[in-house]
């Protein structure tokens, strides 16, 4: 890169050029250097981009964008072009004479009134075309997810597949996945920018009267772990209120399915298989896992499949039934090792600042470490 | 308020009071010294912002910065953000109309002097007053747009690090509200100067483009702030008294007051962008020594844009799901705005074609305003599509777009000014080669820090987050954008240093160094007290030009005259006493979970208040 | 240039008194002042109307509800009686009147009908500010206190800031008339009157239309 910016050559050809060719060589290294930083910004590898959509609504979006991109980008060339080509042509030189005073031209200004009316015409046909495609409830989401936006976590109730999750959402590939979107305290914004795009959630309380619900939608094409956060300033944690949206295969999703059932609060009320609790119950991880869990206060504010509370859907923090099946902890924060979440469990402030995790008291590490098999074993 | 209940005429009391020194200052209700104060004030506000920026930049700089605390960073985005808004931009902009509306329309000063200096003082106090926060540790922290229902009550913010926030809201809410005032007061009294005091002969269709935009913005004001204040007293009555405006739990509704806040908010953008076009359209024509093209179009463009501005707000809420009828109609109002912004620009090159133009450094700045706001228009035009914006809106591509408005546009454009203007608020040109340092520095650092931001926000970076993880891989980007940021405040250095040595060096700048256009180049530099000896008497919109093509291209050196017969206001110190009072009025209301007995603060600064109204209302004018 | 002939002459300008428009800078003030109150009013106004009808619990304006009461859950009574505030609104209508009665008294310098229609504007004001008063103790009686639903904080907000700007209203023409008993209130002077009567108008439309949007739409 340092290389091409000064290319020995083209100093050369300065050095014994007349000036004309100077000026030429300075607007080559000005246009290698736009090059250049062109190149770099659109060769590296943004796993958050919206440029590189990978469902239907945000082709969609993605190509009203590229529409009016392109328009902005000819007025852009066009109208700055015109400007350098004025400063350049009517730069003053000496004894210029008092140049014409004219006032205005009626029929230049009207064209020019007339032309950028011309060219959002032709923005605002696609425009509304995608606004009555993109912003209304799914037409027929083959699964329905409902998103539950909390300082600084995201949770996600399947209600027909009986799933209750947090801050990582799993669909199924080429599905259409419908979201209902609220908030538990105060306003957010979902946004998975590949998959989904963006919209903001609303408190809904018991009382609230105003049950504002929003929908997003969308069918995702490839396979894949797509990463999203929240965009709407919602306190301390609001920057590291990630998420992510997992695509899996049919059949791996189908898996994850009958998997994340297990211990649902919306499958039979979290009662698990007979079969299934008595076999944790002698596996000594499940038993001291439980065990710390319980007498480490946890279970105030999570739903862990086979505790008591298994079955509760308004605690505060995440349900931790799967804990183990999922890529990262803290909201999209951390990777799930085992160093992590052991680290989480002895300082929670310390990984995430004013989270409302509070221990009711230090956690011992052999109750950490108890826990943290005990979390994972869970997948 | 009434700025004389009595139209006293006054006995010649001006001499008790002194005409230099501290107190003079204090007194001054010379509309050219209230200017002074104004961006003298409105500098210093605007410096500590751009710290506050650098602060941002720095911690932003890599992945999983750690600079500051998550809260600390909230709260400098928030004050970064309130005081370029209400203490950077909008005084740097009242500096100016202070100084020069009366000036370029010709009249001796505003319509109500001491109304004028009432206002300074209130936006000083308020501004200090929301600045103050800092000092008792909490700061403002719920964004400048302070988003309910995260700003309206203690428990919302509530976190396990910080369980009972204390008053970092009520700053901003009791300080806006106290910003308002001073601007409904400042656009009252120049919206009665512009309408009211030009000269004989200046009809409106006669008025610099800089009276024309300023008066628009003044409308826009008047208009605009009191919906603010209606909001604001709302999430005041919520935080303290116990209401629910936009508590869901309590029936409120927290769109509510994203309509309240955007339809202040958005015809806010143009009362910060209209002055910087006004200033654009004098310093263009006078170093292109041609007339502004398209006189009656610029006149007419600026108030449909100030009009249009109205009926846009919710283009600010395309992601809360207001559906797609109204997104439909938003949108496309939206759109209808870039048709006379478009012809702004147009003229602006209209103008500058055929013309001869001198590269002095308020030309620069100005050219450099209309390049840079094209970018922000531009991207602008992308997010008025309501699918576009899904993903763009709160990211930093939404940054870029308005820091390239506002920064390109509205502080280029004040810097222009200050470089064309600054021999007649002064007397001295500021020195033209630092000049154009200061311009290549901000320019180049202007559009390396801001132009990265449309890729990182495209690319996937939200706003207000006070860190990144590294695999999104926006390092790169942020890492340019700093040392960017550090070429703006390089720019500004230089300016001081400009300052510094322009203030060292002799006073001798002749009245019309530019060969301008309009009536503040036929009087002396700085003006005298009373500006024009005689009420000037105006044949066009180029009055110099005409007087200086009459003259034969050269004109005489305005002489200074005694003017002791000239009857000017009196200095008072009514105004001062009374904004304090408006400030400790709104002020106490900053105890009410405090103190119980809170309304006694109230009530004693209320008489405060009044005293200072009622002292105020019937002191003789001197008029 | 063209249009320089039709300047007036430097001569014949009273650089005293030289406004633009012909009209004085404070009777511009005053309607500049006014469209921006109106903006005020115009957004307390559609808050009450948005949210009408959204309150959780009682008390209602119109309708019987269940509401919290003397610490417990009851049946409440409707809050507004409707023969009391349009008495109040005739009153204010009324004042209006007087205060045209006592401007034009100002102006033909009839020191008597000055002092006495200013009297009975003023007395017609703190009538009305009297009447919001009992009326506001009367429905905290009733139920409703500030924070008790969005009625009761949309109704005491909206008309709270009318009644302190008829309470400004009123200090303004008692100032006036204080000034009038000692003579000071000339007819060349009467423009100092006819800015209150102004904002008094204003004060008063305002109130036209807030009475049947909040007292009388149900």
Known sequence: MQAQLCPHNLDANRMDSRPVRAWRAWLARALGLGLLVLVAACAKDYPQTTLAPKSDITRMIDSVFRTTFWWAAAVFVLVEGALVYVLWRFRAKPNDPEPEQSHGNTTLEIVWTAIPAIILVFIAIPTVRTIFKTSLPAPNPEVEVEVIGHQWWWEYRYPKLGIVTANELVVPQGKMVGLRMWSADVLHSFWSPQLASKRDVFPIFSKTKFKKVNPLWFTADTVGDYTGQCAELCGIQHGRMGLRVIVKSQADFDQWVAASRVGSPLVNGAKVDPGLDSAWKTDTIHTKGQAAFIAGGCISCHAMVGTPLAGALKLRGPNLSHLGARTTIGANMYENTPTNLAQWLRDPQGMKKGSHMILPRPLTEPEITALVAYLRMHK | MATSVLEHRAPAMAHHYPKTGLWSWITTVDHKRIGILYGATAFIFFLLGGIEALIIRLQLMGPNGTLVDPDTYNALFTMHGTTMIFLGVMPLSAAFFNFFIPIQIGARDVAFPRLNAFSYWVFLLGGIFINVSFLVGAPPDGGWFGYANLTSSRVMEATAAAPSPGMNIDFWVIGLQILGIASIAAALNFFVTIVNMRAPGMKMLRMPMFVWMSFVVQVLLLLAFPVITVALVYLMMDRNFGSSFFMPDGGGDPIMWQHLFWIFGHPEVYILILPAFGIASEVLPVFSRKPLFGYTAMVFSGIFIGFVGFGVWSHHMFATGMGPFADTFFSLATMVIAIPTGVKIFNWIGTMWGGSLRYTSAMMFSIAMVALFIIGGLSGVMHS????????????????????????????????????????????????????????????????????????????????????????????????????????????????????????????APADPWHGATLEWSIPSPPQEFNFPKLPVVGSSMPQWDARRAAGGHLPEPALVSGADIPMPNPSYWPLITAIGVNLVLGSLLFVRLWPHWWMATIASALVLFVGAFKWAFEPTGH | MAHAATAPAPGEIDEHHWTATGLNNRKVAIWAFIGSECLFFASLISTYLVYRGKSLVGPLPHEESQCMLHGKMQACEQIFSIPLVTFGTAVLLFSSFFVVLALNGAQRGDRKALLTWLTATVICGLFFIGMQVYEFNHFYHKGLGYSTNLFGSTFYTLTGFHGAHVTLGVIWLTTMLILAVRGKVPPEKSLNLEMAALYWHFVDVVWIVIFPVVYLMR
């Open chain 2, 385 to 508: 599509s309501p699918p576009a914006d899904l993903q763009q809106t709160d990211t930093y591509f939404i940054v870029a777009h308005f820091h390239y408005v506002l920064f390109g546009g509205s502080i280029f454009g004040l810097t222009s000014g200050a470089y064309y203007w600054w021999p007649k608020m002064f007397g001295r040109l500021l020195d033209e080669g630092l000049g154009k340092v200061h311009f290549w520095l901000m320019f180049i650092g202007m559009n390396v820090t801001f132009f990265p931001m449309h890729f990182l926000g495209l690319n996937g970076m939200p706003r207000r987050v006070y860190t990144y993880p590294e695999g999104l891989n926006f390092e790169f980007w942020n890492q340019i954008e700093t040392v960017g940021a550090f070429l703006i405040a390089a720019a500004f250095l230089v300016f001081i240093v400009n300052i510094i040595k322009t203030w060292m060096g002799p006073a001798d």
